[in-house]
């Protein structure tokens, strides 16, 4: 039981390139979450998907998207990467029930965009 | 959506019981109270969750106040090991998704020897 992985662990883009974060989960969670943390800063919710087949965006959308392919997996993608996404990158998931809040975290994503 | 307000840092040495007060003043009635700890390089871990009153698990124990305006973290005796962020979240799990998960700046604690 690895809970949630991410990929990969660090990454460097050029302004403008592209990329793909993955994140999966083997808990049989309904929801999932990408956050991203600034140097310092709390974590700031991105785009969720509270059940498979369904997303929607969170608190700071602009430059993702993201796409739940199956219950396990959750991907977050940058079209055009922009120095102002250089964050580490979180992907986290959850039963989804009304009796918990409790929400497991992956080890994360360090990206740096030059 | 709740907001919380949480001092930014505390100190603390071994041993010692360590509190964390978080205001969130606008608290609706389906808001749960949620604690996660940090620490460098990792992602949040789930401590402790509350809707009233005092809930204790092995690590931890969440007072909380008959008009739910505040809430306290308490960590018993603790050790170097607790050096780390502590966020309080505020929201309502039937709608768990989404805009009502808000992270704000957390409480660095930091455990001297």
């Known amino acids: 039981n690895a809970g949630v992985t991410q990929t990969p662990k660090f990454q460097v883009l050029k302004t403008g390139q592209s990329m793909t974060l993955q994140c999966a989960q083997d808990?049989?969670?309904?929801?999932m979450y990408w956050y991203r943390q600034d140097p310092g800063m709390g974590l700031r919710l991105i785009y969720y998907?509270?059940?498979?087949?369904?997303?929607d965006k969170g608190e700071v959308p602009n430059g993702y998207n993201v796409s739940r392919l199956n219950k396990r997996e959750f991907s977050l993608r940058l079209e055009s990467a922009a120095p102002s996404q250089t964050s580490v990158y979180f992907c986290?998931?959850?039963?989804?029930?009304?009796?918990?809040?409790?929400?497991?975290f992956g080890p994360g994503t360090r990206l740096t965009v030059t | 959506l709740a907001k919380t307000t949480q001092p930014i840092s505390m100190d603390s040495y071994e041993g010692q019981e360590v509190n964390i007060t978080c205001s969130h003043n606008?608290?609706?009635?389906?808001?749960?109270i949620t604690w996660y700890q940090q620490f460098p390089s990792q992602g949040p871990r789930f401590i402790i969750q509350?809707?009233?009153t005092k809930v204790t698990n092995e690590v931890a124990s969440l007072f909380i106040p008959a008009d739910r305006k505040s809430s306290t973290l308490s960590l018993p005796r603790v050790s170097l090991s607790d050096t780390a962020v502590y966020y309080c979240?505020?929201?309502?799990?039937?709608?768990?998704?989404?805009?009502?998960?808000?992270f704000g700046g957390g409480t660095r604690v930091l455990v001297k020897p």
């Open positions: 808990m049989n969670h309904n929801s």
């Open positions: 998907s509270a059940s498979e087949g369904t997303t």
């Open positions: 606008n608290i609706a009635t389906n808001d749960y």
């Open positions: 509350g809707y009233k």
């Open positions: 979240l505020v929201g309502d799990p039937i709608k768990a998704a989404g805009n009502k998960l808000t």
């Open positions: 986290a998931s959850s039963e989804g029930t009304d009796s918990s809040y409790e929400q497991y």
